[in-house]
């Protein structure tokens, strides 16, 4: 059984930050790619950004300069720390990572989403 917990969301002012953090546990071999989504009401989830597990990255355009991901594989657990917040940044952010468990099998795992809440 594999889990991915997040944490870190909250209400902040736009122009402040929050540092997302999502730990992966259970019967896992390698975690390879990391990512983080986000779904705001009515939008459908898209991709924040990504991380390889050679540390290589990609974002949405509208993150870039603001956000940055990064992991730590000795934790098996993914960050992202975002500045500059706008209200437009608000939704439930989603940890995904595609893993490999003891069994051999690679699969897509997803977190439950943290709520972030951009608003004066």
């Known amino acids: 059984q594999v889990q991915l917990v997040e944490s870190g969301g909250g209400l902040v002012q736009p122009g402040g930050s929050l540092r997302l953090s999502c730990a992966v546990s259970g019967r896992i071999f390698s975690v390879y790619d990391m990512a983080w989504y986000r779904q705001a009401p009515g939008k459908q989830r898209e991709l924040v950004a990504a991380i390889t597990s050679s540390s290589r990255t990609n974002y949405a355009d509208s993150v870039k300069g603001r956000f940055t991901i990064s992991r730590d594989n000795a934790r098996d657990t993914g960050y992202l720390q975002m500045n500059s917040l706008k209200p437009e940044d608000t939704a439930v952010y989603y940890c995904?990572?595609?893993?490999?468990?003891?069994?051999?099998?690679?699969?897509?795992?997803w977190g439950q989403g943290t709520q972030v809440t951009v608003s004066s």
């Open positions: 995904h990572g595609r893993i490999r468990t003891m069994s051999g099998k690679i699969d897509d795992y």
